[in-house]
């Protein structure tokens, strides 16, 4: 007989616990430092800029972009110059500085005694193809071997390993990959295992960053990136991402990452720790229709599913995160589940990536992020570059960020091949 500690027993009990918020940190387009972002979120400034990760050719169909910039990382002494070196995609350094950060943040260290009940669900939705590419060229161009690292740095659930490796957490790992609905899945799937009682605390979150020249000229050859219409003026890159508009011409492809810390209540208390938001419910669908176009029926049902998860009715909701990429349909869908859910008294809606671009899977991180420090501060972020689609009725926050004390706010998101996340976020008094 194997004898296990008792610490390291998996207890069953099924009793429903309050999963709360410790902790989180992101980057985005609005800049690498989550304060800074924040203020110029508040102020309506937009991210997206000129493309600058690759050289455009003439007719490359995709000129702007939501880029992250740069870090050096020789201050932080976990990402040493000589390791990180073979970690050549970006997503690793960016997802290592955000984990780092929001635990930081939570209070939490993850000692030998609670490292076995630490869960990791941070993920990616590309992942690292940028690796892949680059030593597909060299092999063509030079007839090189790839690098010992490539295939590592492309596999998508290495960057969960990665986060594990940086933390000592021990407990469950899974890379949650949901298209851009990764983020919030990684908090759902987080909120499962505590729940089970398979951990107490879970990193989750997710990373990307897509600025890779078949995937950016790809996400534009079906028709999901933005460009001006043909023989049309290229337009300011600022004003480019704009959500539930009448001229919204789809989404800006951008980078950014999002780490959140969630755990139980029980575990909060007994270290102390007072957090200040809950992830109150959640819910997922399937579309099992269109591989990238969204379905009402489906979509709707996962808002109403959600509430009702939280034990709340569609009245008790504050405000709403949306998904809102700025395609015609996507925004469109999403509008009308929300008018059939609320009926006449929808809540005022903002739609970060009017600021921010669509970074993948880590949109709904970083959104989620944006969301809880609105409800902390009492303000809605504004949906910028919003002209009103006669099609669309919606309080789309255009005036600029408004003051809006939150108790309950829904965060949608939906993704390729029909995969809808979304939760309740609760401020806690």
Known sequence: ???????????????????????????????????????????????VGPLTRFALPPDFPVRVAGEVADIDIRPYTFLQPREMAHWTSPIFKYALLVVY???????????????????????????????????????????????????PNSCINMVTGKVSILTGATGPICSTITACATGITSLIVGEMLLQRNMADVVIGGAVDFPLVEPIVAGFATMNGAY???????????????????????????????????IATDDFARAHGLKPQIELAGWGMTSDAGHFVAPKLQTVQRCVAETITNAG????????????????????KVEADALANI????????????????????????????????????DVLLPTINYLPDPEITLDCVAEGARKLKQEFVLKNAFGFGGCNSCIILRRIE
Not at 4 to 25: A, C, H, S
Not at 230 to 254: A, L
Not at 320 to 328: D, I, L, R
Request: proline share 7%; charged share 20%.
């Open 101 to 151: 950060r929001a635990l930081e943040a939570s209070g939490v260290s993850i000692t030998p005694s609670i490292a076995p009940r630490v869960a990791v669900t941070f993920s990616s939705a590309v992942g690292g193809l940028d690796a892949v590419l680059s030593a597909d060229r060299l092999m063509v161009a030079e007839n090189k071997m790839p690098h010992p690292f490539t295939n």
């Open 1 to 47: 007989m194997v004898f296990v500690p008792e610490k390291f027993i998996v207890r069953m009990d099924f009793v429903p616990k309050k999963t709360v918020i410790l902790g989180y940190d992101a980057v985005s387009p609005l800049g690498t430092e989550l304060a800074a972002q924040w203020q110029r979120a508040m102020k309506g400034d937009c991210g």
């Open 227 to 261: 460009r001006p219409k043909e023989g049309q003026i290229h337009e300011p890159p600022e004003k480019t991402s704009r959500p539930f508009s009448v001229n919204r011409r789809g989404f800006v492809v951008s980078e950014g990452a999002g780490a959140i810390i």
């Open 342 to 377: 609320f009926g006449k008294n929808i809540p005022p809606v903002s739609a970060n990536k009017s600021q921010i671009g669509h970074a993948m899977g880590a949109s709904s991180a970083i959104e989620a992020i944006f969301a809880m420090e609105g409800m902390r501060g």
């Open 312 to 331: 709340i009715k569609p009245h008790d909701i504050d405000a709403v995160n949306a998904h809102a990429t700025s395609t015609k349909i996507g925004d």
